[in-house]
Each structure stands twice: as structure tokens, then as C-alpha cells.
């Protein structure tokens, strides 16, 4: 009985044995398909990477080209600033000039208008000597007149009192 109990044990053993190869090869089988998962994904894991390195080299590309045409943008503004500021000091110069040519034509005019006016005055200040000489003249004359008239009366008053004194 002892040799059936140890077959039996040894057939146990064996049994446990051979479960447990079948338990190492179906592990086995696991871990091999496990591996070729992680094969596959790691496969996919680097054309995700890949892709993800592809649109980061795009980003980057693009991110540059933003810079790029940033600062062409600003440049451009700072050339169209720059441009616009010059066209503003221009047209200032402009206006200043035809402000001072317009002050230069007023002052001309002003002059030419004072010139005129003095010329005015100085013809009727000419027209008012010549009415005063006229005046004058009418004056002299009425005046002249009036002394020959006296002279005339002081004449005949003398010719009366030599008359007069004749007859007394």
C-alpha cells in the first residue's frame, strides 16, 4: 500500500506538474501575446508620436511664420506711421506757408488800403485847400471890393465935406 499511496502521490505530483506547465504555457501564451500588444503598441504609441512631433514641427513652422509676418506688421505700421507723420508735418509746413502767405497778402492789402486812404485824404484834403483857396479868394475879393467901395464912399464923404466946407 505504501507503493500505491506513493503512485498515487507521484500521480498527484505529476498531475500538479502537468497543470502547473499547462498554467506556465497558457502564462507563457499570456506573456507572448501581452509582448506582441505591447509591440503593436508601442507601434502605435510612436506613429502617435511621430504624428504628434510632425504637428509640433508644423506649429513651430507656423508659430515662426507668425512671428515673421508679426513683425512685418509691425513694421509696416511703424513705416505707415512714420509715412503718415511725414504727410502731417508736410501739410502743416502747407498750411503754415499758405497762413503766412495768406498774413503777407492781408498785410499787402492793408498797406495798399492805407495807401489808398491816405491817398483819399490827401485829395480831399487837396479838394478842401482849393474850396479854402476858392473861399479864400471869393473872401479877398468881396473884401477888396468892400475897401473900394469905402474908398468910393470915403471919396464921395471927402468930395461932400470939401463941398460943405466950400460953401461955408
Given amino acids: 500500500m505504501d507503493n500505491e499511496r ?12 502537468s497543470n502547473t ?3 506556465i504555457d ?6 507572448d ?3 506582441d500588444y505591447a509591440v503593436e503598441n508601442n507601434k502605435v504609441v510612436n506613429g502617435i508620436l511621430r504624428k504628434l512631433d510632425d504637428q509640433g ?6 508659430l515662426l511664420r507668425m512671428e515673421r509676418e508679426e513683425k512685418n506688421r509691425k513694421s509696416e505700421l511703424q513705416e505707415e506711421k512714420k509715412q503718415r507723420q511725414s504727410e502731417l508735418e508736410n501739410q502743416q509746413k502747407q498750411w503754415k506757408a499758405a497762413l503766412e502767405n495768406e498774413q503777407k497778402q492781408r498785410q499787402v492789402e492793408l498797406e495798399n488800403e492805407r495807401k489808398q486812404r491816405q491817398a483819399e485824404l490827401a485829395y480831399e484834403q487837396k479838394q478842401r485847400q482849393k474850396e479854402l483857396d476858392a473861399q ?8 477888396n471890393e468892400d475897401r473900394k467901395l469905402r474908398r468910393e464912399e470915403m471919396a464921395i464923404m471927402n468930395r461932400r465935406l470939401e463941398f460943405l466946407e466950400s460953401k461955408a
Fill in 136 to 143: 479864400n479868394e471869393r473872401f479877398m475879393n468881396a473884401l
Fill in 26 to 31: 497558457k502564462l507563457t501564451a499570456d506573456i
Fill in 33 to 35: 501575446a501581452l509582448k
Fill in 21 to 23: 506547465l499547462k498554467a
Fill in 6 to 17: 506513493l503512485n498515487m502521490r507521484v500521480n498527484q505530483i505529476e498531475e500538479q506538474l
Fill in 57 to 62: 514641427e508644423r506649429m513651430d513652422k507656423f
